[in-house]
C-alpha cells in the first residue's frame, strides 16, 4: 500500500502501528465469528425471548464487533493481552447467559464457539495460560448449566469441552512443533539462526536491564573439511551431534547452543565475565577432545547480536591463526 499520497496524520499512524501480524489477523477473524454468531442470535430470537437474554446478547455480539476492530487498527501494535482479555469477557458473558437462558436451543448457542475458543488460545498462548483458561470456563459453564433447568443440554455441554480439550492440545502441540523446527537445527538440535537472534535479542536486553554480562563464544571446528573428505559425510554429521552433546554436557541449563552453519557454533553464557567464560571454554574443550578454536565476546551497553557476534569472530579468526601455527612449529 503506498502512503506517500496520504496525509501526514494517516502515514504517522500507519508507521506507528506497523503491518498486521498473524496474531491480530486471526484475533480479528475469531472475533469476527463471535460476532456474526451473536448477530444471528440476536436477529433470529422470538419475541418471548426474556429481555436479559436479548440484552446479553447484543452486548457480547457489541464487544465481539469491537475485538474484530481492534486488532485490525493496532495490527503490529497489538498485544496478546487485548486477545486474552476479550476471551475471557467472552467466556464469562456466554456463562451468565447459559445461566439465564429461558430455551435450550440458546444454551447450545452459546457453547458451540468454545472449541473455536480453545484453539486460538492453545495456538497464540502458552500451554498453561490456555489449559487455566479452557479448564476455567469448562467449571465454568458446567455450574451454569446445573443452575439452569435444561439439564438435557448437559451432553451437548460435555461433547464440546471434549471438543475444547481435543482442539486445545493439538493447536498447541503443533504450535510448539512448528516454533522449534523454525528455531533448530535439524541435524544436531541446536539453535539456527532464527533461533539464535531471538534468544541473544533476549539476553542482550536480560543483560542491560540487569547490568550483568553476557558472553558468547564463536566456535570453529578444526579441519573439518578433511574429515569429511577423508571419512565421509557420514562421519562428518556424526561428529557435529557429538561435538554438540559435548558442550551440552559441559553447558549450564540456561545456556544457549546455536549452530551458525557448516562447523560453526556460537554459545551463549548469561552472567559469565569474560575470566569465567574462559573456564567453561577450557572445559568444553576438554569435554568435546579440544577440536575447535574459539572466539570470545562479552556484551557493552551499545551492542547489538550483529556487534557482539562480529567481536567474537574477530577473536575466533586469531585463535584459529594462532593454533595452526602451533601445529605447525610442532610439526
Known sequence: MRTDRLPAP????????????P?????AAAAAVVCA????DALTQTPDTGPLVGTWTWSFTGLALAITAAPLVLAGRCRRWVGLA????????????????DRPVVSANNLVLYPLVACYMGWFYPRWVARSVVAAAAAASGAALLLNPFLGIATIWLNLVLASVFCLECAAYLHIRLERQARTDPLTGALNRTGLTDRATQELARAARTSTPLTVAVLDLDDFKAVN?????????????DVVEGLRQEMRPYDGIARLGGDEFMVLM?????????????????GTGDVFSCGVATSRSSDT????TERADRRLYRDKRARKERAGDAG
Request: net charge positive; glycine share 12%.
Open 229 to 241: 573428505d577423508t571419512r565421509g559425510h557420514a562421519a562428518g554429521d556424526r561428529l557435529l551431534v
Open 10 to 21: 494517516v502515514t504517522r499512524f500507519l508507521r506507528w502501528r506497523g503491518p498486521l501480524t
Open 86 to 101: 476479550g476471551t475471557v469477557v467472552f467466556l464469562g458473558m456466554t456463562v451468565l447467559q447459559l445461566a439465564t437462558a
Open 37 to 40: 454468531s451473536g448477530l444471528l
Open 23 to 27: 496474531f491480530a489477523v486471526v484475533t
Open 270 to 286: 548469561p552472567g559469565l565475565t569474560p575470566g569465567h567464560a574462559e573456564g567453561v571454554l577450557a572445559r568444553l574443550r576438554a
Open 305 to 308: 547480536v550483529a556487534t557482539l
